[in-house]
């Protein structure tokens, strides 16, 4: 039995970053669930979005006069023009893709293929956003007040035929990118098991 009382030696500095070097290494093992987490929600959220407009919105504004589609459409079109959703809009790619680019990174080749195949699903949903919604979006704001147009039946059919279909495409799109983000998921809870 030693009576030394002396306290340990600290460790050298090379060996504090040696020792912190598996931590952070480990950081961003930790990130590659709750970020999978997120993306499925973010996904989720932008399914339902486009879900709702198939199911209700569009079917709802479709029982309406001419005057009441064409307005009610430019005030969806302002009023979605928010921080929340973009947030969400920008979170469903981002986040995807941080967390497939983790879980390759963390050699969990499964779930980093389904977040990618997820991403991509994604990125297509955003393309028809881009080349086919938001011009019949802002071709409808560009029609002007609704009290001043004189041809709402015109407006409203070179908009509503269109536009619902490419809805239910961005529908198919998200819905299918959230069930490979929930697959990404089930696999990657299996490999930290």
Same mark, same amino acid.
């Given at each position: ?80 023009? !928010?921080? /929340?959703?973009? +947030?969400?809009?920008? &979170?469903? $790619? *981002?986040?995807?893709?941080? %967390?497939? =680019?983790?879980?390759? #990174? ?60 490419? !809805?239910? /495409?961005?529908? +198919?799109?998200?819905? &299918?990118? $959230? *069930?490979?983000?929930?697959? %990404?998921? =089930?696999?990657?809870? #299996?490999?930290?098991?």
């Amino acid at each position: 039995m030693s009576l030394d009382r002396t306290a340990p030696a600290a460790p050298a500095a090379s060996d504090t970053s040696a020792a912190a070097a598996p931590a952070r290494a480990a950081a961003p093992g930790r990130a590659a669930g709750p970020l999978l987490a997120v993306a499925t929600v973010a996904m989720g959220l932008m399914a339902g979005l486009f879900f709702a407009f198939d199911v209700s919105v569009m079917p709802g504004l479709a029982r309406g006069d001419d005057r009441t589609y064409v307005t009610a459409m430019q005030n969806i079109n302002k009023a979605i023009e !928010n921080g /929340v959703f973009g +947030l969400v809009f920008v &979170a469903a $790619l *981002a986040v995807t893709g941080a %967390a497939a =680019f983790v879980q390759y #990174r963390g050699g969990r080749r499964g779930p980093a293929l389904w977040a990618a195949a997820a991403t991509v699903l994604y990125l297509v949903a955003l393309v028809v956003t881009m080349a086919v919604n938001i011009p019949l979006n802002n071709e409808l704001a560009q029609a002007g007040d609704p009290a001043s147009i004189q041809d709402l039946g015109a407006v409203r059919d070179r908009f509503e035929s269109t536009w619902v279909t490419a !809805n239910v /495409v961005r529908t +198919l799109l998200c819905t &299918a990118g $959230l *069930a490979a983000l929930v697959r %990404a998921l =089930f696999l990657h809870a #299996r490999a930290v098991r």
